[in-house]
């Protein structure tokens, strides 16, 4: 591992001096302050990787800190000390983004594992954020945000198969991105320079629809006063993206089957037939083989496009990317409406990370600009978020039992809600708890519902 830069935060200088020399020892820079102003001043100055800290200090104590740190530099990995009676102050830490506490007496082994796993953990965060950024550079991603695993997947995905004509089905709920991916497939492949050219399947009526693909001819129907281009023509050469694609009327599929299998077809009222050259994606936020199985979309036709399936999770699924689409938003919207919002602290941040958000990054967006509109926050805060996203919030830390419920029942009903609490860390889950680790081990092979939560 790199030499890293760690920060303790100690009043007690004993103990203080103690962590310097053994974390030094492990070849790291080590910078010591005795409060949290103190603390602050050098965060302000130099980049840290790791920062150790007591909680109840003069002047500052570390819960403040820990909020300044991650509001400053998120990425910055944040160990909190905890004495005797400071475990429910040590649990607040957990929940305003701390990696990990640990208690007084400190042990040097458990200490130099806990600074070891924060510091791999952070090193992954670095690493994805310069893939990230190399694949922007790359592929012109810059509108597509995801650090997550999942995302990366993707973006990858997309490189590989960019620079082929194969066609793509992007399947995923509404707000995902879905045109963005077909954007960026297009705009990096050897048809960026040609047309990129839409076709909303859902917004047009069985009437016209053939008429918007594939043009028509003068007299062609009434209305029809010159010849028109149809999608088709205006895509030679380049993309043609069919979003909404399981609305296509079933005679309109036949002849969008000839147009994938043959390159041609002919404009309606027409007996020409024009050749063309394009690439299609198509997209659907519905499972089009289920659509094949009930009948409503032709199974040739779903194999023809469905050469490459990407397939986009919803944001729910990939909720350690919401803080950074987060803070592009924040950023996009400064630069449209010239605000100067610094952020958001890590209280409303761990709200929106909670919610479902069903509208996926699309709803996302909407909220933060509506947040900004309204309120012009400097920092983002609670009491500017929606109350629907409040209120849920409130009701999901509570866990609500009725009188006469079974102590079985209340016992398992306790473990799913820590477990999701904790994100499935078993260890965290049995000190918040008062129990052995073995014992959240044993409940999970006795009650099959704790699997699904870790």
């Not at 400071?86 to 607040?92: D, L, N, Y």
């Not at 590989?160 to 066609?167: F, K, M, T």
């Not at 609670?382 to 009701?395: A, G, N, S």
């Amino acid at each position: 591992m790199d030499k890293k830069v760690i920060l303790i935060v100690e009043d007690d200088p004993t103990v203080g001096e103690s962590l310097r020399l053994l974390l030094k020892k492990k070849g790291h820079e080590i910078l010591l302050a005795s409060n949290g102003k103190e603390a602050l001043q050098l965060f302000r100055h130099k980049i840290v990787d790791l920062v150790i800290t007591d909680v109840v200090m003069p002047k500052m104590d570390g819960i403040e800190l820990l909020e300044a740190v991650k509001g400053l530099r998120p990425e910055t990995e944040v160990i909190v000390i905890s004495a005797q009676g400071t475990i429910e102050k040590a649990v607040q830490a957990m929940k305003l983004g701390a990696s990990d506490f640990i208690e007084k007496p400190i042990n040097p082994r458990v200490i130099s594992l806990l600074v070891e796993r924060a510091l791999e953990k952070q090193t992954l965060i670095l690493q994805n954020r310069d893939l990230r950024s190399r694949l922007e550079d790359k592929f012109h991603l810059k509108n597509i945000i995801g650090r997550s695993e999942k995302m990366v997947k993707i973006f990858e995905l997309i490189h590989h198969i960019a620079p082929y004509d194969s066609s793509v089905l992007i399947i995923g709920e509404s707000g995902t991105g879905k045109e963005l991916i077909a954007n960026a497939i297009h705009y990096n492949s050897p048809r960026a320079s040609m047309p990129f050219i839409k076709v909303s399947c859902a917004s047009l009526s069985e009437g016209i629809i053939e008429s918007e693909l594939f043009g028509h001819e003068k007299g062609a129907f009434t209305g029809a006063i010159a010849s028109r281009k149809g999608r088709f023509e205006l895509a030679h050469q380049g993309t043609l993206f069919l979003d909404e694609v399981e609305d296509i009327p079933p005679s309109t599929q036949i002849k969008l089957l000839r147009v994938l299998q043959e390159g041609e077809f002919e404009r309606v009222g027409g007996n020409k037939t024009i050749r063309m050259n394009i690439r299609i994606i198509a997209a659907s936020n519905r499972d089009l083989q289920e659509a094949v199985k009930r009948g409503g979309f032709r199974e040739d036709l779903y194999y023809r496009l469905n050469v490459v399936n990407i397939k986009l999770p919803p944001l729910r699924d990939r909720r350690d990317d919401i803080p950074f689409l987060i803070n592009f938003f924040i950023e996009k919207y400064n630069q449209k409406y010239h605000m100067k919002a610094k952020g958001i602290s890590q209280k409303a941040m761990n709200f929106l990370t909670d919610y479902e958000w069903t509208g996926n990054v699309r709803e996302l967006e909407n909220t933060i600009e509506s947040i900004l509109v309204i309120n012009s926050p400097e920092v983002i805060d609670i009491q500017h978020l929606p109350q629907e996203i409040r209120d849920l919030k409130e009701r999901l830390e509570v866990i609500p039992i009725k009188i006469g419920t079974p102590l079985e029942e209340v016992e398992k009903e306790m473990l799913i809600q820590t477990l999701r609490a904790t994100k499935g860390n078993k260890r965290k889950a049995a000190q918040l708890l008062g129990i052995n680790v073995r014992t959240i081990h044993r409940k999970m092979e006795e009650i099959e519902d704790l699997n699904e939560v870790s």
